[in-house]
């Protein structure tokens, strides 16, 4: 059975009764005239009119041909069911991967790139419900493509009946875009795993996606991908849901500074907002939000194109335990990226390890008066003053900074301890002072570069007065821990006055790229303090005394500042940030005899239903997790103890920032990256789904090929019947 694209075209085959009414009407008009000279030619014409008539006949029924070729070629007939099965139109499959990353919810009058995508499919049911030939469908959509388990698929191999439409728009309306960042990869890799199946079928691979710039400028493995497909697959349709990229803000961070995070304690904070289009934009608000209490907004005059701006902010909580800050902007083209959450933990005081070789521990004093003033004055630290051996004895992790005080030598087990959590990111600094024995520092604690502390020690020595410079004594470095003093900053410093301090060797400097800098200097320009990274964590040497021995600086207001900026500075390894995407599980560990077995997850909404998750058995003990997470917020894990008493923990979850840069990749510049893939690309406006594309096997190019045999034969069988006297040679005499 056959079918035609454009029925309406046969028609034009009433004109094979022209030739035939043209040959008839000759025939009657014809009179016989009889002609004595023409007998001997009638006699001959006799003897050939046979072979002459079949000739006319079948140069008559070639041109017939012709034009009824050129009519069907026209109507593209479409060859179905058992004469399909010779050229392999077995049946039409169509696998469809459906983009729902969250730069499909861009948005433009009343649509989005996701509805274009869902009204393109739901055209292409249509059209293949109404088929007479076997159609078959697949819907993958790209968030889908990742799962580890479970369904993957939204349809897989569903047979196409004349209901089938109607369904899948059913199913279409209840999809929306999600908030994930995935790109096309997955989903292909799912489709060549499919493709096996498939053998016998016409595959049809529809790509419904809005192609943007950051996900296809190098597309790698995608493109191959691609070209593997494409060589299996009949058709392969690139179908792009967008027309232009439009303006779009997203917030790109939200989180706290260095510092100490403590109750009670102002908590600095950073917000990033992030311009993804060609213009700037001025006076823009950031709403913020504190456990859900609005708070004063942060206006940013401007966020140049392409540009990215960042604004300090304090959030203060008077008690313990997890807090949830919010910063938000006014909706734009996509919504999903307006909104970040930040969590931050506040323990009521942050431990801090003072170790003072000292038996009077006259540095600790000063120290413990910094960090523990005592009145109305609250740093949120907590200071813990041992002796040397308390590195041997003790677990160093819960502190957030050590300070090593003019101690003479550490055991090797302390020297380990403090190298160890130094590399897991603690903050360690050293003050030097008469008990500091050089050779120890070097030998065991500098070791050529390879140990914790930051350069190698000569001696003790005396600063000189400088008595016609009025140089202040400490001279901190523009970018460096200690910068708050530098510049026309440092009235307070220019108190300080340094009596001794540690030399370095003659020549010494920090190698480039070491990890280690000077971040203040005497006015003899040699090194005071040197900062060295360690693994995770940092090390900070300040060549001389704490308690104001060496120096007055114990004594200073500058000192306070100092050194709390340096607690700062030594505090960001020791508080790791942890980054949770959308679309990643939440695992929570349980000690199995202190928990229940069981968690209660609940994610962001005021009407999400909460999920019950068992705990499973693993290689680190049980493990309960919540996957995938599905949109940005604030999730909880309720947990219950042994005793019944339950136990919350908050999780926040963002978005991939970069899904909301919206900028297009074009046609030519999509052709360009993907050589090697037969495709076609088409805009999702422009698609106007037919019979032709979905049903069967199209003859028109064997028409067509047919049709020139036809002509060639037309010709070489007309110049045979046709008179062609030969040339006579003329004779010169």
Known sequence: MASFVHPGLLWGLAILAVPILIH??????HRRVRWAAMEFLLASQRKNSTWIRL??????????????????????????????????????????????????????????????????????????????????????????????????????????????????????????????????????ERVEELLPELTGDDVVVHIVSDF???????????????????????????????D??????????????????????????????????????????????EDGRERPAITIDQVGAGQSETRRFEVFFTTAGTHQVEAQLASDAVSADNARYCLVDLPLAVPVLIIDGDPDNRNAHFLTTVFQPGGSAHTGLQPQVERPDFLNKHALGKFQAIYVTDVDRLDPPAVTALEKYVEAGGGLMFFVGPRTQAKFYNDRLYRDGE????????????????????????????????????????????????ERYFLAPKGWSPAPDSGTEVIARLRNHDPLAVEHEFGKGRCVAMLTTAAPVWNNWGRNPSFVVALLELQSHLAQGSAPRETRLVGAPITVDLDASRYQPQVRFQPPGGDVVPVT??????????????????????????????????????????VEADEGDLALM????????????????????????????????????????????????????AYSASYHP???????S
């Open 244 to 289: 232009a990229a439009r303006p779009n803000l997203a917030i790109t961070d939200v989180a706290p500074l260095a510092g100490t995070r403590a109750a009670g304690v102002p908590v600095a904070m950073e917000v990033t907002v992030h311009n993804y289009s060609s213009a700037p934009v001025e006076n823009l608000a950031v709403l913020l939000a």
């Open 666 to 717: 074009h046609r030519d510049q999509l052709a360009a990256r993907l050589p090697d893939v037969h495709y076609e690309y088409r805009a999702a406006s422009d698609v106007q789904v037919t019979a032709q594309q979905l049903a069967g096997s199209n003859l028109s190019d064997w028409i067509l090929y047919l049709l020139i045999g036809i002509l060639i034969g037309e010709q070489l069988l």
């Open 451 to 498: 140990g914790v502390f930051p350069l190698p020690l000569l001696r003790d020595a005396q600063l000189l007065v400088d008595r016609l410079e009025k140089a202040a004594d400490i001279e901190p470095a523009a970018d460096g821990a200690l910068s708050i003093f530098s510049g026309e900053r440092n009235s307070y410093l220019a108190g300080v006055t340094v």
């Open 212 to 242: 943007r710039a950051r996900d296809w400028q190098d597309p790698g493995p995608v493109a191959d991908s691609l070209a593997r497909i494409s060589q299996v697959a009949a058709q392969t349709y690139l179908i792009n849901c967008v």
């Open 55 to 188: 000739k006319e006949m079948l140069l008559l029924v070639l041109r017939l041909a012709i034009v009824a070729g050129i009519v069907l070629a026209l109507a593209q007939p479409l060859l179905q069911n058992q004469w399909g099965r010779l050229f392999g139109a077995v049946k039409t499959h169509h696998i469809v991967l459906l983009d729902d990353s969250f730069s499909m919810s861009d948005r433009w009058g009343n649509t989005n790139a996701f509805e274009e995508g869902r009204r393109l499919i739901g055209r292409l049911a249509v059209q293949a419900s109404r088929q007479s030939t076997p159609q078959t469908f697949t819907l993958l959509r790209y968030s889908q493509a990742k799962r580890d388990s479970g369904q993957r698929f939204d349809l897989l191999q569903e047979r196409v009946n004349t209901s089938f439409d109607q369904e899948l728009d059913s199913r279409l309306r209840r999809m929306e875009p999600s908030q994930e960042a995935v790109g096309a990869g997955p989903a292909l």
């Open 24 to 29: 008839l009407i000759n025939l009657v008009r």
């Open 726 to 732: 030969l040339a006579r040679k003329e004779v010169r």
């Open 613 to 654: 998750v068992d705990a499973v058995n693993t290689a680190q003990g049980l493990s309960a997790s919540l996957s995938p997470t599905t949109v940005s917020g604030i999730y909880e894990a309720q947990l219950s103890t042994a005793e019944g008493q339950p136990e919350l923990r908050q999780y926040a979850v963002n």
